[in-house]
């Protein structure tokens, strides 16, 4: 799915289920932060910030000139998924291409939200008390949903809050011109052309109206955001009218949701994770989705449950997520999370959906504090911390800006040789030591 403009335009990436924007476009929150947003009526004229030659100037103006004919050799495939000639011809023929999207497509980061400040938009009062109403205004469909497919209500409604402010964020776009142009100009061709043909199924087929089918201007529509794919694969009929509508449907709206989660591996009774606390002796190199291990073993290294409690179900697995280090709270992540974050691959939109959700069914705050004096690196200071890095003789892969496993693992390796807890936090302080080559 797709996470609607919020702030008057923070979008997200959902890899798993056919969502709108790759990981390069997202800083660690999941956003495309403020710099990424376009109020220009028409494309700015230059080239992309990623380097990528279809994104240069000369070759959008190309691409734009060939709209027509890429739009025709997209017919087949349409043909191929039981579109008639006479459906495909009146869908397009009046498509021309948009863009403005290209300068969303390939804007450049110039800065990034803090963990903390990312929750603090999606999880607070407001948020908290809009959901509970829209709980309470569904409850017979929640509970239809929870009977059919296994799903907790308050995540559903918690993915309904954080994509569209439940629904009042959904965007306007056409999304059949918006997936058109991404499929005919610009780098991510190969993914949007299926976005394309998808949505041309989706009015063939009537499920959908034109003037409805609008949304982000990556091709997400709907309360919690389906693209076109995700759309095929997970909208269900719940009302029994003949027709999909995650639109205007509440019983389709929230049987697609949970149908999506549940397709997605959803544990019926679980939870997502827990905060805990993190020693600061800690192995830090335990931390990370690729070391999982039972909850009973992560409390032999020393991590507890925040607040005291005990584990309900010490024997489940769980992964360790420290974002903020070992200066904020630590949390040991279910397969619930992960499946969360098959709707989009953020580790922060997935804590904030988690976060959420207990929230919506009676749940306080973090307890620890988040390490809110912390300035948060760019992504050209992440660069040069990468570069610095690998001057250092540490192992970062291809420096590009994003803090990825083997930047996390080098950034540990420093703090090890420097003296400091190896927590792979990239703080304003290590770039400063790097800098001075201690």
């Keep these: ?90 869908l397009t023929a009046h498509l021309a291409p948009d863009l403005r999207i290209m300068d969303l497509l390939d804007s450049q980061p110039e800065f990034t939200k803090a963990v903390w400040d990312y929750l603090d938009i999606l999880v607070n009062d407001n948020r908290i008390a809009k959901g509970r109403a829209v709980l309470a205004k569904y409850d017979r469909l929640f509970d239809e949903a929870e009977r059919t497919y296994g799903v907790d209500r308050y995540t559903i409604a918690a993915i309904w809050g954080v994509e569209t402010d439940y629904g009042a964020l959904a965007g306007n776009k056409p999304v059949l011109r918006s997936t058109a142009t991404l499929a005919c100009i610009g780098r991510r061709q190969r993914y949007f052309k299926d976005e394309f043909i998808a949505a041309v199924e989706i009015l063939h087929r009537g499920d959908v109206k034109p003037d409805k089918l609008v949304g982000s201007w990556a091709g997400a529509f709907g309360p919690t955001q389906f693209m076109p794919t995700a759309f095929k694969r997970y909208a269900v009929d719940a009302d029994h009218d003949g027709h999909r509508d995650v639109i205007d449907s509440m019983p389709d709206l929230i049987a697609s949701t949970a149908n999506n989660l549940k397709k997605a591996g959803w544990q019926t009774g679980e939870t997502w994770g827990y905060e805990v606390v993190v020693p600061a002796n800690l192995d830090f ?58 709707y989009n691959p953020a580790e922060a939109y997935a804590l904030a959906i988690g976060h959420l959700a207990d929230r919506l069914r009676g749940g306080g705050p973090f307890v620890q504090d988040w390490p809110r004096y912390e300035r948060v690196l760019s992504r050209a200071e992440r660069l040069e911390l990468q570069q610095l890095l690998e001057r250092h003789g540490f192992d970062v892969g291809e420096p590009d800006g994003r803090m990825g496993p083997r930047t996390r693992d080098a950034l540990r390796d420093f703090q090890i040789r420097i003296g400091r807890v190896p927590d792979g936090f990239a703080s304003a302080g290590m770039l400063e030591r790097l800098r001075g080559g201690r």
């Excluded at 009526?41 to 709209?67: C, H, K, Q, V, Y």
């Excluded at 931390?287 to 309900?312: K, T």
């Design 1 to 90: 799915m797709f996470l609607a403009p919020i702030l008057a335009g923070l979008v997200a990436f959902s890899a798993g289920c056919g969502a709108a924007l790759a990981a390069d476009d997202r800083d660690e929150t999941g956003t495309i932060p403020v710099s990424a947003r376009s109020d220009r009526p028409s494309w700015s004229g230059e080239d992309g910030a990623s380097g990528n030659p279809l994104m240069t100037a000369a070759a959008i103006r190309a691409a734009a000139a060939n709209f027509p004919a890429c739009i025709e050799k997209m017919w087949p495939l349409a043909a191929r998924r039981g579109v008639s000639r006479a459906s495909f011809e009146r």
């Design 285 to 342: 190199r335990l931390a990370g989705r690729d070391h999982a291990m039972s909850i009973r073993d992560w409390e032999r290294h020393g991590i507890a449950r925040a607040g005291g409690q005990a584990f309900p179900r010490p024997d489940d697995r769980a992964f360790l997520l420290v974002p903020a280090g070992v200066q904020g709270p630590g949390f040991l992540m279910l397969d619930n999370f992960k499946v969360i974050m098959r």
